[in-house]
Structure formats: structure tokens, C-alpha cells
């Protein structure tokens, strides 16, 4: 349980204590009383000797720092077992005082040296008090020197017996003491490493800990506040987070899944933030808050993504019912309407307001048929298509519309390279010129509408984003004026429009579409114009109805700029 260099430094202080005291007494006494100058030479060469293995040895041990082994310890006890016997030497030998240091020598052995080393020493020791007394000095074994040589074997004994004892309990702390630290060194790896942030405060709202993902979170350096109080500081940048840990902190109230905000210089963001409490010995006193949170925006847009796919599903399918019971009474209507105007007894007026009624009916089922492509958009069956073959046909079906003006649409084809992609050819096309003919309407007259398809695609993939056997891309731009940032958001949703007359349903076809065949929509939108770009991958893994898009394969809009909407 003892530090051996602790205990090390007592016993080099004890030995030039001796020492330093013998060599005294032997000038300022013995020479006075003329006392035999061979005592006063044993005493100066234990001084000498004593100061310079000291001195080896705390530089060894202390400034060297070399591991201790148990070599070195035989050596220090042998060493001071000399030195207490020349100091018993020069004090009158058997009857000397100082007898008794041979059991702080083999006491301090027995807690330095394995099991049986305190044994071995107190061995020498009275080999050494024995040589002493009988040889040197001449004094016969009279009962104070078995006496004495029993209180050594004695305590030989007794501290071998604890040596082992604190030997074993010192192991079973060094373990403990490497397993909290491996356990310390393991968590601090986790909280520094996970994605939530970790923050910890006392009583005070002095900081205790935050981990590096909070700091990047909060965008603010907090480690150099350790110790302070930072509910304040944390405060400007999360309301929300500081409230919650001074309600743990200061009323025992944890926080399980509340949001807040963080604002910094570079973004504004929601949180997700969960807070507990620990009492201490001292309970109020001792008392510690912890809140772990992480930015929940992703989770936010999922969630978004989520309600938006399932609302365009009760769309589709509403689409789908009223368009198929409204389409069929209106061919009769219309049909009706028709015969009217043929009849002879119809004057002028008759058939202009039967024309009326027949050019809305017209109208209105273009409308209907628009409610059933968007609510029909399946991969009804998967075949090799050829991109480029798609744009020239859907920019040919363009130029026949009315809306096309003295737009021209220019086809931007390579020539002996493979577009081929597994996809439904009829749902393909009709996002094909969905695109043309939005860009068609966004272009002004004389304007130039431009369609390329190229393999790969033609801007860099947004990272994370692969396709194993490859892609083609579709592009398409317009001489607009660009899309307005205030509709951007609601570019793809369903009956949105800015256009007189349009049903808003003709971007919502392009999404579902591309959806549908597992791509992706880029929109890229300024001054100049607008490009909506398709990156369709080659093959197709599963042939399903149209499903909610997975996370890696999102609609990206950027760039926005004013002008009309598409």
C-alpha cells in the first residue's frame, strides 16, 4: 500500500540522520574526552559513506528514474545494516542505544523486499550484531545480546508476516487502479468520440466536462471555462440547453427528448436535448448536472420527407378517384354538348355557348388526365431504354404544343455512346418533357431550351452518393429568369403553381417519376435561366411501385434567384 520511492526518501533522510549525528558527536565529543581515534575514523568513514550512496541512490531513483528492482533494495538494506552496526560500534556495542535500528532496517525491508527478503535481512543483521559484539568488541553472549537477538528475530517475523499482507493488498489496489483507469481512458474515448454532445456542471453551474462534439456543436471553445460558470455563455447560444441543466442542477428536474435552438455566427439549428443529475455526500452541495444533446435537423427533414410522401399518397389516390369518376360523366356531357350544337334549330348564340361549354370540358379533362398521371406514376414494367432516343422524341412531342411560341429546343446528343438505363420507357418520357415543357412556358419568345444527356452525369455526385453499375443524365435548361427563393421549398409539391391555368401537377410527375426508378433531381436556378438535371442509374435492383426515396438519394435544389416560377 506504501510508495516504494516514498518510503525510499524516509529512509534516505533516517540514514544521514544517523549519520550526520554520529560524525558530529565523534569531533565535538570524543575528541574533547580523548577518546580512541578509532572510533572517531569509523564514524568519519560511515559519514563519507553514507552521503555517497545516498547520494547514488536518490539519483537513481529519483532523477534517473530507473524502474526499482528488488537488486536495489538488497543493496540499500545491506547498506544500512552496515551503518547501524558501525554506529553500535562506536556507542559501546551490546549495551548501545542504538541496537534498536536494526529493527526500523528490517522493518523497512520486510515492506520493500518479496516475502522471505525481510527474513534474509534480519538474518544479517544479526550476523552483523553478533560479529560485532562478540569478535570486535569482545563481549560474551550474556542474556542482553539473546534478548536482543530475539527482538529482531521477533520482529522479522512480524513484519515479514505484514510486508506480505500489505504486499498483496497493494496489488489488489494497483489492479483496481488499472481497471478505473482503463475504465476512465474507455469512457473518455466514447464521450469524446460520439455524436451527441456532453456537457456536465455542479451546483455552482461551474463547468466540469464537455466533450469536443459539444464545443462543435455550440461552436465555441468551453474547455478553457472549466471550473467557471458557463450557464450564462451557454445560454446566448442555446437557451434551451442552459435552462434545462439549471433545472437539474438547481431543482432535481431531468429533461427526457425537449428541442431548443442553437444559434451561432454560422448556422441556426434545432437540438435534441436530455438531462440528468447526481447527489453527492453533501446532497444540494455536491450536486452535478449532465446534458447530452445532438443536432436533430436531419431527423427533422426525414421527418418532413415522411409526412410530404405520405400526404402525395392520399393525393394520389384521391387524384385517382375523382378523376376517374369525374372523366367519364364529362365525355357524355361533352358528347351531349356536340350533338346540341349540330341541331338545326341552333342559332348563333346556342353554338357559341356549346363551344364554350366543349373547350372547358377540353380543358377539364386535360386537367383529370394530368390528376392520373400523377397518381399513376408506377414502374409498370422495366426495360432497357435508351435516354437519348426519350429526349429526341419528348422534344419533338414539345415543339408540336401550342405553348411553344418561337421557343427552339435544341438536342444536345452524343453519338455512338451507351444511354441505356433499365426503366419504364412511358414514365421516362413523361418526365422527359414535363421538363421541356415547363422550360418551354419559363422561356421567353425566341428563347433557346436546351436538352443534353451525357453517361455519368454531368456535376459532381453530392458525397455519399454512388451507383454501382453507373449512371445517365438528363439535363434541361431554360432562358427564364430563374425561380423565385420564396416558392423554392414548394417547387415539387402538388397543385402548386404560379402559372394561370396550370394544374401544378407537372413537377410532381418529373419527382414521383425519377423516384420511382431510384435517381435523383438536381434544379439549379439564377439570373440566366433555370437547369433541372435527372441522374438515372443504369440498372434497376428492385422492380416495384413507386417508394419513399432513402436518405442518400435526395431531390437537391439550389441556387435560387428571382424570376417566374416553374
Excluded at 552483523?128 to 522479522?156: H, K, N
Excluded at 489492479?175 to 454532445?197: H, T
Excluded at 402548386?496 to 431510384?518: C, D, M, N, W, Y
Excluded at 417508394?547 to 416553374?566: F, W
Aim: aromatic share 6%; net charge neutral.
Amino acid at each position: 500500500m506504501l510508495d516504494p520511492r516514498r518510503l525510499l526518501r524516509w529512509l534516505y533522510i533516517g540514514r544521514m540522520s544517523v549519520a550526520t549525528a554520529i560524525f558530529t558527536a565523534a569531533v565535538f565529543v570524543w575528541t574533547r574526552e580523548d577518546t580512541d581515534t578509532h572510533k572517531l575514523l569509523v564514524a568519519s568513514l560511515a559519514f563519507v559513506l553514507a552521503t555517497g550512496v545516498t547520494v547514488l541512490s536518490a539519483w537513481y531513483s529519483e532523477i534517473y528514474r530507473k524502474a526499482l528492482q528488488p537488486t536495489f533494495f538488497y543493496l540499500q538494506s545491506t547498506f544500512d545494516l552496515l551503518l547501524v552496526t558501525a554506529v553500535v560500534h562506536v556507542t559501546n556495542g551490546s549495551t548501545s542505544q542504538f541496537a534498536a535500528l536494526y529493527i526500523l532496517i528490517i522493518a523497512t525491508a520486510s515492506l520493500l523486499l518479496p516475502v522471505g527478503g525481510g527474513l534474509l535481512i534480519a538474518a544479517l543483521g544479526n550476523v552483523l550484531y553478533v560479529a560485532d559484539t562478540v569478535l570486535i568488541s569482545g563481549t560474551s553472549l550474556v542474556p542482553a545480546v539473546w534478548l536482543q537477538l530475539g527482538v529482531f528475530a521477533t520482529v522479522a517475523l512480524g513484519s515479514a508476516y505484514l510486508g506480505a499482507q500489505l504486499q498483496r493488498a497493494g496489488a489488489g489496489k494497483e489492479r483496481l487502479v488499472a481497471q478505473l483507469q482503463a475504465a476512465r481512458l474507455q469512457a473518455d474515448e466514447i464521450l469524446r468520440n460520439i455524436r451527441s454532445g456532453v456537457i456536465t456542471v455542479d451546483s455552482g453551474g461551474r463547468l466540469l466536462y464537455v466533450n469536443p462534439t459539444a464545443e462543435q456543436l455550440l461552436g465555441a471553445s468551453l474547455r478553457h471555462y472549466i471550473g467557471e460558470p458557463v450557464l450564462v455563455r451557454i445560454g446566448e447560444i442555446a437557451p434551451e440547453l442552459s435552462h434545462a441543466l439549471e433545472r437539474s442542477v438547481m431543482h432535481q428536474i431531468r429533461t427526457t427528448r425537449a428541442e431548443g435552438l442553437v444559434s451561432t455566427v454560422a448556422r441556426r439549428f434545432p437540438i435534441g436535448v436530455t438531462t440528468t443529475y447526481t447527489d453527492g455526500e453533501r446532497g444540494d452541495l455536491d450536486r452535478t448536472a449532465t446534458a447530452i444533446f445532438q443536432d436533430i435537423s436531419d431527423q427533422k427533414r426525414i421527418d418532413a420527407l415522411r409526412l410530404r410522401a405520405e400526404r402525395l399518397e392520399g393525393i394520389a389516390e384521391l387524384s385517382a378517384s375523382l378523376a376517374h369518376e369525374i372523366k367519364n360523366p364529362l365525355a357524355s356531357i361533352r358528347s351531349a354538348v356536340e350533338q346540341l350544337a349540330r341541331m338545326p334549330r341552333a342559332g348563333d348564340d346556342e353554338r357559341t355557348l356549346t363551344g364554350l361549354v366543349v373547350r372547358e370540358s377540353d380543358r377539364l379533362s386535360r386537367l383529370l388526365s394530368e390528376f392520373l398521371d400523377f397518381a399513376r406514376v408506377r414502374v409498370a414494367r422495366t426495360r432497357p431504354v435508351d435516354m437519348g432516343d426519350v429526349a429526341r422524341h419528348a422534344a419533338r412531342l414539345a415543339e408540336t404544343r401550342p405553348e411553344r411560341k418561337d421557343v427552339r429546343i435544341v438536342c444536345g446528343i452524343p453519338e455512338r455512346v451507351s444511354l441505356v438505363v433499365d426503366g419504364d420507357d412511358d414514365l421516362l418520357h413523361r418526365a422527359v418533357f414535363n421538363l421541356l415543357l415547363n422550360a418551354i412556358q419559363a422561356s421567353p419568345n425566341g428563347g433557346v431550351v436546351h436538352v443534353d444527356v451525357t453517361p455519368g452525369s454531368f456535376d459532381p455526385l453530392p458525397v455519399g452518393v454512388t451507383f454501382d453499375a453507373g449512371t445517365v443524365a438528363v439535363r434541361v435548361r431554360d432562358a427564364g429568369a430563374g425561380i423565385p427563393m420564396e416558392i423554392s421549398d414548394r417547387l415539387f409539391d402538388p397543385f402548386f403553381t404560379t402559372k394561370p391555368g396550370g394544374s401544378g401537377l407537372g413537377l410532381a410527375v418529373v419527382q414521383r417519376a425519377i423516384e420511382a426508378h431510384r435517381g435523383l433531381v438536381f434544379v439549379d436556378s439564377g439570373g440566366h435561366g433555370t437547369r433541372f438535371t435527372i441522374v438515372l442509374p443504369r440498372t434497376q435492383p428492385v422492380r416495384a411501385a413507386i417508394e419513399t426515396p432513402p436518405a442518400s438519394v435526395p431531390i437537391i435544389r439550389t441556387a435560387y434567384a428571382t424570376g417566374s416560377a416553374s
